[in-house]
């Protein structure tokens, strides 16, 4: 993942198809005929030293480990460790087809300054992992 700061933007390129996310910083709301897409619409803010990302508008059904609606919301809240070698996520989703209850994801990942991202080839999603946990 190759993240770059901005005035008003926050730009993730992640090695996972290619994947390319904005993160609009400049206090903009989500537009309300805005469509659904793969990876939605993001604005973010500081909280000290922690950056909150609010994703909507996210197509559904773009995750394979369950199904969900258009209507999921995802508030993520990046950390770094103390030393700047780690960066931890919170990811707590919501979504009101599919979710009694916020569920919560947790990532982490190491400083890797020298490493190059590229597109992961042949990268399919596991059609089987997706039917065995759907839900109605």
């Given amino acids: 993942m190759d993240i770059r700061q ?10 996972e198809w290619n994947g390319r996310r904005t993160i609009y910083m400049d206090g903009r709301t989500r537009p309300p005929n805005q469509a659904a897409s793969p990876l939605g ?15 909507s508008g996210v197509s559904a059904n773009i995750t394979f480990w369950f199904t969900h609606s258009d209507q999921l919301k995802a508030i993520e809240r990046y950390t770094r460790s103390a030393d700047g070698k780690r ?11 599919s979710l009694r209850q916020p569920m ?10 020298t ?6 080839e042949n990268c399919e999603k596991p059609t089987e992992f997706r039917k065995a946990t759907s839900q109605p």
């Fill in 87 to 97: 960066l931890e996520v919170i990811v707590t989703l919501e979504d009101p087809w």
């Fill in 6 to 15: 901005y005035d008003d933007r926050i730009e993730i390129r992640y090695g």
């Fill in 41 to 55: 619409y993001s604005v973010g803010r500081y909280e000290g030293n922690t950056l909150v990302v609010e994703t």
């Fill in 115 to 120: 490493e190059t991202i590229s597109p992961y």
């Fill in 104 to 113: 919560q994801v947790r990532k982490a990942w190491g400083w890797a300054p």
